[in-house]
């Protein structure tokens, strides 16, 4: 359904196969969706046990819902060359499913229930398994971030999904005082953060109540640094047991650094008082991760390349 120019291989125009797959999109695969969450809501009592074959299907039936967060929803009939022209590319950058989805994107339970998942599978014993299932929850949670088309051009539904999910995100990982973070599910997190301040702009931020977006900066905030200081390979980095590809940490970053950007392009300054105090600390950390020289430190081929990159940084700092 999501590849058209294999049509004619099932006997049918282009035309036809929009119609079939629009069809199932508005009715079929919403119901497909909402089995998949009731099965994954049955499943993560046994996500704790030592059965393979439980993990297996609990990865089975996230891989299942991650797909159907990618799906290249049908546009328009008036667009359905530009359609096929654009699908052979299944991860678009926003989930436009039809105005029949309606009642179930807006309910708040949908998102609350992703990170109840993830805050479920946290308070497990760490493992690799369970660190892998949550970072595809949080890749569902990146899509749902995606969120665009109809659905979100009622200004208050907008507001209202925008508010929910912020509302949720914070209570997962600011309000939660035990929870620690991974360097790998940074790079989710911030995908989830660049997401929601691309696609809902600063507008639909400034709409919200001053105490959730105040929480809102300051997990941002906390990411931020965190992913600053582990941007530079230091002898005392409490991180360097996790990370696996030192190329994640400067990449997350610069994204983050974008979504500042872009957030502190169109905000009230004076609306926010700890904006300042953010900013403040954000550029400290940088200061004291990126100039100060380590005695032990040698230069190699990499470090080198990392230092071409700081122009870019500092860029983004103006």
Same mark, same amino acid.
């Given at each position: 359904?999501?590849?058209?120019?294999?049509?004619?291989?099932?006997?049918?125009?282009?035309?036809?196969?929009?119609?079939?797959?629009?069809?199932?999109?508005?009715?079929?695969?919403?119901?497909?969706?909402?089995?998949?969450?009731?099965?994954?809501?049955?499943?993560?009592?046994?996500?704790?046990?030592?059965?393979?074959?439980?993990?297996?299907?609990?990865?089975?039936?996230?891989?299942?819902?991650?797909?159907?967060?990618?799906?290249?929803?049908?546009?328009?009939?008036?667009?359905?060359?530009?359609?096929?022209?654009?699908?052979?590319?299944?991860?678009?950058?926003?989930?436009?499913?039809?105005?029949?989805?309606?009642?179930?994107?807006?309910?708040?339970?949908?998102?609350?229930?992703?990170?109840?998942?993830?805050?479920?599978?946290?308070?497990?014993?760490?493992?690799?398994?369970?660190?892998?299932?949550?970072?595809?929850?949080?890749?569902?949670?990146?899509?749902?971030?995606?969120?665009?088309?109809?659905?979100?051009?009622?200004?208050?539904?907008? +507001?209202?999904?925008? !508010? /929910?999910?912020?509302?949720?995100?914070? #209570?997962?990982?600011? &309000?939660?005082?035990?929870? %620690? *973070?991974?360097?790998?599910?940074?790079?989710?997190?911030?995908?989830?953060?660049?997401?929601?301040?691309?696609?809902?702009?600063?507008?639909?931020?400034?709409?919200?109540?001053?105490?959730?977006?105040?929480?809102?900066?300051?997990?941002?905030?906390?990411?931020?640094? +965190?992913?600053?200081? !582990? /941007?530079?390979?230091?002898?005392?980095? #409490?991180?360097?047991? &996790?990370?696996?590809?030192? %190329? *994640?940490?400067?990449?997350?970053?610069?994204?983050?650094?974008?979504?500042?950007?872009?957030?502190?392009?169109?905000?009230?300054?004076?609306?926010?008082?700890?904006?300042?105090?953010?900013?403040?600390?954000?550029?400290?950390?940088?200061?004291?991760?990126?100039?100060?020289?380590?005695?032990?430190?040698?230069?190699?081929?990499?470090?080198?390349?990392?230092?071409?990159?700081?122009?870019?940084?500092?860029?983004?700092?103006?």
């Amino acid at each position: 359904f999501c590849i058209f120019f294999l049509a004619n291989e099932a006997g049918l125009t282009v035309e036809q196969r929009h119609s079939v797959k629009r069809d199932f999109e508005e009715n079929e695969l919403k119901t497909v969706f909402e089995l998949l969450l009731n099965k994954l809501q049955s499943n993560l009592s046994s996500i704790s046990s030592s059965q393979s074959s439980d993990h297996h299907l609990f990865s089975s039936i996230l891989t299942a819902i991650e797909k159907i967060l990618l799906w290249n929803f049908s546009s328009s009939f008036s667009n359905t060359r530009r359609t096929m022209e654009s699908s052979s590319n299944v991860e678009t950058i926003d989930w436009r499913p039809p105005v029949s989805w309606k009642q179930l994107v807006f309910d708040q339970q949908l998102v609350e229930f992703f990170f109840h998942i993830y805050a479920t599978l946290k308070s497990m014993n760490e493992t690799k398994s369970l660190l892998q299932r949550r970072c595809q929850i949080l890749r569902c949670l990146s899509q749902l971030a995606c969120l665009n088309g109809s659905l979100v051009s009622d200004e208050q539904c907008r +507001l209202r999904y925008l !508010t /929910t999910f912020s509302y949720y995100f914070v #209570q997962t990982f600011l &309000i939660n005082s035990t929870l %620690t *973070i991974n360097l790998i599910e940074c790079f989710d997190i911030s995908n989830i953060i660049a997401n929601l301040i691309t696609l809902f702009t600063v507008k639909g931020f400034c709409s919200m109540n001053n105490d959730l977006c105040n929480s809102f900066l300051q997990l941002m905030s906390q990411i931020t640094i +965190l992913l600053c200081r !582990t /941007t530079i390979t230091s002898s005392n980095n #409490q991180l360097d047991k &996790i990370i696996e590809d030192p %190329t *994640i940490a400067k990449e997350t970053f610069d994204r983050l650094l974008q979504a500042w950007s872009r957030l502190l392009y169109g905000i009230d300054f004076g609306r926010f008082a700890n904006l300042r105090s953010l900013a403040i600390e954000i550029f400290d950390t940088y200061l004291q991760t990126h100039l100060h020289i380590n005695d032990n430190y040698e230069t190699n081929d990499f470090d080198l390349a990392d230092n071409d990159n700081d122009d870019d940084d500092r860029d983004l700092f103006r």
